[in-house]
């Protein structure tokens, strides 16, 4: 079992960034891909960027690449998002993901969900 908790989220103005962190407990990030995806108000929880712990290989969506890079620290057990060029519509809860296969797209699987935090952007 895993648990997952995200920190760092926050009010932002547009252009700004934000790093959001994952840490995991109960087990190591070893052997899991870990992802972020993000839910806004009435819509559906969308993929935004998936790490292999092992390889490092990085996937993203197409709305973020560019402006977000996920990187791991393996000493702290730790993944990261790192968001810059922030819009108003990067508005959203952004949760952490982990699953015991790669979250790369098109279609991840997620075993483990973090609890969430809020990045709000203001135009």
């Known amino acids: 079992q895993v648990q997952l908790v995200e920190s760092g989220g926050g009010l932002v103005q547009a252009g700004g960034s934000l790093r959001l962190s994952c840490a995991a407990s109960?087990?190591?990030?070893?052997?899991?891909?870990v992802g972020w995806f993000r839910q806004a108000p009435g819509k559906e929880r969308e993929f935004l960027a998936a790490?292999?712990?092992?390889?490092?290989?990085?996937y993203y969506a197409n709305s973020v690449k560019g402006r977000f890079t996920i990187s791991r620290d393996n000493a702290k057990n730790t993944v990261y998002l790192q968001m810059n060029s922030l819009k108003p519509e990067d508005t959203a809860v952004h949760y952490c993901?982990?699953?015991?296969?790669?979250?790369?797209?098109?279609?991840?699987?997620?075993?483990?969900w973090g609890q969430g935090t809020q990045v709000t952007v203001s135009s």
């Open positions: 993901a982990a699953a015991a296969r790669s979250l790369a797209p098109p279609n991840p699987k997620v075993d483990y």
């Open positions: 790490i292999n712990w092992i390889g490092g290989s990085t």
């Open positions: 109960g087990r190591t990030f070893s052997n899991l891909g």
